[in-house]
């Protein structure tokens, strides 16, 4: 039985090293502090879901990002039926604005809020689809200077898990997760 050398803690590779969880990570894993947990592949930690996006539910949030999409989406929808349908009377020195916004606040600040965040997720779902389709994560994005897996021999910015954006969607829409195992983890040298 050989000894691997090639381990973290052999080759001084400490950033690889969970003080706090006391496990190797993975490459682009990263240690939570609002979850108390390393996360593999992290992604971000989301306020919204109170809850890290990672290698394990980020099929799942593209989704709850397309379900947000669509509600919003339908209640624009009614929310504009409502508005359009209604029986204008108005005043020779009232606008149709002024004539909504007396009659009815609630339906014009609905519509008002509902394109807010339908506009906030549609920003957010944009960017997650660019993610995907790069094949990084947005804690890689946002800390690319920070990670050596993601420079190459002449410093510049390299990510070597982008197999191109076909491929990385594919992938992604098909396992649910961006695999990087074979391209982050060269192959070990056996030790007799």
Known sequence: MGIDLSSSTFTGNWS????????VRPVRSKHCPICKQCVEQFDHHCPWISNC????NKWDFLVFLCMGIATTLLGAAVGFHRLWTEPIIL???ESWTHFMVTKHPGAVLFMFMDIFLLTGALILM?????????????N????QSRY????GPDGRFRNPYNQGWQKNCVYFLVNGYNNDEEAAWPTLQQTV
């Open 16 to 23: 690889q090293l969970c003080p706090t969880c006391k496990i």
């Open 126 to 138: 944009v960017a997650q689809a660019v993610m995907i389709a790069r094949n990084l994560t947005t």
């Open 148 to 151: 050596t897996y993601l420079r």
């Open 140 to 143: 890689e994005a946002a800390n």
């Open 91 to 93: 005043s020779s020195s």
């Open 53 to 56: 996006v990672g290698k394990r």
